[in-house]
């Protein structure tokens, strides 16, 4: 038993070290991913919903129908995260949507109250997480929106 234990962690030591290795030369060739560029999703009511991120959400809208969220802004998050959920999560319920999106925002109190007071409903809130506060709404499509106060 010791010995089988023993192989399946030189083998995924091996494994981490030339996976380690192919990342460094595939980040030091040209063509690989440096960032995201947006993120897209259909809506029923696309100027409906861009009016609800601007007047809810705070996003100001270009003139293009979308909004430009600077990754330079102070106080914002060094990375992107990104993740593909199982089929079956029930981490965006209620929303039945295929996507959820994270914001960051710099108080999440003061962003609350500010959607309290227009009438947004929050689903839930979590202040004690590792990574920071979180809470959830829905945007009137009924996709599930999740706020993230980083841990400072």
């Not at 995201?36 to 705070?58: I, N, Q």
């Not at 909004?67 to 209620?94: I, Q």
């Not at 929050?122 to 993230?148: C, H, M, Q, S, T």
Request: proline letters at 6%; aromatic letters at 10%.
């Amino acid at each position: 038993m010791a010995a089988k234990v023993s192989l399946m962690l030189c083998l995924a030591f091996l494994s981490a070290a030339v996976c380690a290795e192919a990342a460094t030369e595939t980040a030091q060739d040209p063509g690989h991913i440096t960032g995201v560029g947006g993120v897209f999703f259909k809506a029923r009511d696309p100027k409906a919903l861009a009016a609800w991120y601007r007047d809810m959400l705070g996003l100001q809208m270009e003139a293009w129908g979308g909004a430009a969220l600077r990754s330079d802004a102070p106080k914002h998050p060094p990375k992107l995260a990104g993740s593909a959920f199982p089929g079956s999560t029930k981490y965006f319920a209620p929303s039945t949507s295929a996507f959820m999106i994270n914001y960051a925002v710099d108080d999440l109190d003061a962003m609350l109250a500010r959607l309290h007071a227009k009438g947004v409903e929050v689903l839930d809130r979590a202040d004690d997480g590792k990574n920071g506060r979180f809470a959830w709404i829905l945007d009137p499509e009924g996709n599930k929106v999740e706020l993230w106060e980083p841990k400072r």
